[in-house]
Each structure stands twice: as C-alpha cells, then as structure tokens.
C-alpha cells in the first residue's frame, strides 16, 4: 500500500511544476485523496459491502470534489490535476500513467447493464472540461483535446479533438501529414509567402481550409504554366508576360506584416507578425 502511494506522490512531482515538497502534496491534492479513498471503496466494492463502497465514494465526492464510483478500474501512477469536477462511471477503466485534468467525465450513453464507461489504455491526457463517453477504448498514448466530446474510440498516439471529437492527428496518418507539409512548404516558397496554419498540429477547420486551398492554386498554377508552354510551342502569343509578385503593400489592410519572397533572390520563410 505504502510503495503505491509513493508512486503516486512521484507521479505529482513528474507531472506538476507546482508542486513543491511531499507535506504539500499530501495535504493539498485532492486528486490523491480522491485516488486512495476510491481504493477503500473499490476493495468494498469487490467484497460485496455496496453500500459502504458508495458510502466512502460519496464522503469522496463531499471531500474532494471528485467522483469515481468504486466499481471503476484504476491503474498505477494515475494523476488528477486540480481535480474539481470529475466523473468516472461504474465501468470504467483506466491504464497506468493516465493524466486527467479538472472537468473531465468518463461517462456512459447506455441505461443498459455491462460495460457502459470508456477504457483509457496507459499514458492517455485526458484536457480540462473533455467528456469521453460510451464503451468506447482510447488507445495507449493519446491526447484529447480541452472541452471535447469524444464517442468513438481513438487509436493509439492519437489526438483528438472537437465535438463531436475526431482524429487530427494518428500513428497512421502522421507519415502522410508529414508529406503533406513538405509538399505545402514547396508551395509556400514558390508564391513567396505561407497560408498561416498550415502545419497538421494545427486542427483549425478554416486553416486546413486554406491549406488545401494553397494546393488548389498551385494545381491549377502548374496546369495552366503546362498549357501556355504548348501552345507557346504552336507559335502562339500567350502567357508571356510575369505574374505579379507579391508585396507588403499586398498585406496593407490584413493586419499581416509577411516576410514577401523575392523572385530574384534565396527562398524565404513567411513570418507573419499578428
């Protein structure tokens, strides 16, 4: 028991900048309170005294702030920040080295009995405010996003965001977000200046717009540069002048100061000022 709670207390140290010493901890988190009086009432729970485990979980609650119904499953290392306002339902289960913050709800969408709550794999981060809700898996290593409602499950190294949440960011779509930026960055330099947010971290619905946007016009750029050559080729008169390059003066009235790529000399880096 003893080498469990010191396992705990380590885990605030890791994952809290705040906290300063071991009295402070012991007496002023109530995510560790809540931890071990949920580990009286489970252990009531499993011998079959319901009432007193719930009776314990409520004094929880009362105390802390923090709700976990003694029926719930909970791994080693496992960290609640700040705490207020937690809900883990009857079902749930939750790996080793999983962080939640103050707000979260694992919850259930079934009045049916059975497994009705979420299982969170080992080192998930569950954001302030998130509800994760069903019977639903949230695989080892991932993130959700503050405020997110998140029903279906989320791979492994996942993050997920939004309501209702989704995957912006996976094991198996990294490799092609990586590509995407390159190939973005290309397009960037070539017209002398960045579509802000651009980058894949960034899960903004209107700058992934525009970044698609981006590659559109650098299609139908590369379309029409191929047509003009061909008929240049026929002894056609056509696309001989430049395309106007971009200026500051372009960026007046945006509120964007950007560094404009000159054509004559080295590709630079977009950096806007906002």
């Known amino acids: 028991m003893f080498s469990r ?7 605030v140290f890791h994952r809290d900048p705040a906290a300063r010493n071991t009295f402070e901890v012991l007496t002023n988190y109530p995510g560790l309170h809540a931890i071990w009086m949920h580990r009286v009432s489970h252990r009531l729970w499993r011998a079959d005294f319901k009432w007193l485990a719930r009776s314990v979980s409520t004094f929880s609650r009362w105390l802390t702030g923090i709700e976990i119904h003694p029926g719930a499953t ?5 960290f609640i920040d700040h705490g207020m306002g937690v809900v883990i339902g ?3 289960e939750i790996g080793d080295d999983v962080t939640l913050y103050h707000g979260v709800t694992l919850g259930g969408t079934s009045w049916q009995a059975g497994k009705r709550h979420p299982t969170l794999e080992n080192n998930v981060v569950v954001g302030a405010g998130a509800k994760v809700l069903g019977p639903i898996t949230i695989g080892e290593g991932a993130k959700v996003g503050s405020n ?19 995957v912006v960011t996976s094991a198996a779509n990294r490799q092609d977000a990586d590509n995407k930026t390159d190939k973005r960055h290309c397009i960037a330099q070539k017209y002398g200046f960045d579509a802000y947010a651009i980058s ?14 981006l590659e559109h016009m650098h299609q139908m750029d590369h379309k029409v540069e191929e047509m003009c ?3 240049r080729s026929m002894g056609g008169d056509v696309c001989t002048d430049n395309m106007h390059s971009l200026s500051k003066a ?6 964007i100061d950007p560094v404009v790529h000159n054509p004559d000399a080295p590709h630079e ?5 906002i």
């Not at 409602?149 to 309501?163: D, E, H, Y």
């Not at 894949?200 to 717009?209: I, L, M, S, T």
């Not at 372009?250 to 509120?255: H, K, L």
């Open 5 to 11: 709670m010191k396992e705990d207390i380590a885990a």
């Open 269 to 273: 880096a977009f950096d806007p000022k």
């Open 250 to 255: 372009d960026f007046a009235d945006t509120g």
């Open 148 to 166: 997110s409602v998140v029903v279906k499950s989320a791979p492994p190294g996942s993050t997920v965001v939004g309501i209702p949440g989704r």
């Open 74 to 78: 909970l791994g080693r290392r496992f």
């Open 229 to 231: 050559g061909v008929i």
């Open 90 to 92: 009857e079902t749930a």
């Open 200 to 213: 894949p971290d960034n899960p903004d619905p209107v700058a992934n717009a525009m970044g698609i946007m």
